[in-house]
Every structure is written in C-alpha cells, then in structure tokens.
C-alpha cells in the first residue's frame, strides 16, 4: 500500500445542483487523455460515497502532491452563475465527513487539505484544511 500523508478535498467545479457522478468525471478525465478517473472517491449530491480510481493507485487530482495522497471529491462547487461557491448538501458535507473520519482512522498521520492550499484555485470552496482539523 502506498503511504498516505495526505487527504485531499476537491470540488467537481459543476453547478450547484447539477447531478454527476463519478462516471461522468471518469469520461471528462479519460478526454483529456488520461488512464482513469484522477480522484479516489466522489460524493454525489445525495452524499452516496462513489470509488474512483483505486486506492492503491496514484491519483491524478493535485499536481505534486498525487503521490502519497487521497483525492475525494463532491460534485458541486460553482454558484448558478458559475462562479466558485460551498455547494454541498448536507448529506455531502455528512459524508465527506465520515469518509475524512475513515481514511483518518486507516492513515492517521494524513492531514486534511483542500486543493486551493496546493494551486492557485478555489477548488475546493470552502476551507477543508480548517473544518477538518
């Protein structure tokens, strides 16, 4: 198993309320030349927990830091004018926290980080490092 140091929030930068799933993020990925979905999990708007690319594989979701990390992303993140905006449900946010408890319990030297804490992005538009200490 890789070593994990850190965990990774991410939003799908979709309008709010728009239904995608990990599916559709696996097509946009694969036209973009890549093997398979970059993240490792997506949490649909319902806050059904998808899989995307296994765990034992590098992601693909955060420039210098896939190596040794878990990328989860929610489907959202874009206001209805697009602009970047907190759109999780509560059964988004009640998932994305069971699933950060989870991966804490199996890794439990990673730290929580959201991508704009890595590039100059307000994915994931809110702050993940800070609500999930």
């Given at each position: 198993?890789?070593?994990?140091?850190?965990?990774?929030?991410?939003?799908?930068?979709?309008?709010?309320?728009?239904?995608?799933?990990?599916s559709d993020?696996?097509?946009?990925?694969?036209?973009?030349?890549?093997k398979?979905?970059?993240?490792?999990?997506?949490?649909?708007?319902?806050g059904?927990?998808?899989?995307?690319?296994?765990?034992?594989?590098?992601?693909?979701?955060?420039?210098?830091?896939?190596?040794?990390?878990?990328?989860?992303?929610?489907?959202?993140?874009?206001?209805?004018?697009?602009?970047?905006?907190?759109?999780?449900?509560?059964?988004?946010?009640?998932?994305?926290?069971?699933?950060?408890?989870?991966?804490?319990?199996?890794?439990?030297?990673?730290?929580?980080?959201?991508?704009?804490?890595?590039?100059?992005?307000?994915?994931?538009?809110?702050?993940?490092?800070?609500?999930?200490?």
């Amino acid at each position: 198993m890789r070593t994990i140091t850190e965990i990774i929030v991410h939003c799908s930068a979709t309008r709010e309320g728009m239904d995608f799933h990990a599916s559709d993020i696996d097509m946009w990925h694969k036209q973009k030349g890549w093997k398979c979905i970059g993240y490792h999990y997506v949490i649909d708007l319902d806050g059904t927990v998808e899989t995307g690319r296994p765990m034992t594989q590098t992601g693909a979701h955060c420039r210098g830091h896939n190596q040794h990390s878990i990328g989860i992303c929610y489907i959202g993140g874009l206001d209805n004018h697009g602009l970047p905006c907190d759109t999780r449900t509560e059964a988004q946010k009640t998932a994305l926290l069971h699933l950060i408890r989870t991966l804490k319990e199996q890794f439990p030297q990673a730290q929580v980080y959201g991508h704009s804490d890595f590039a100059a992005k307000a994915c994931p538009c809110f702050d993940a490092k800070k609500e999930y200490i």
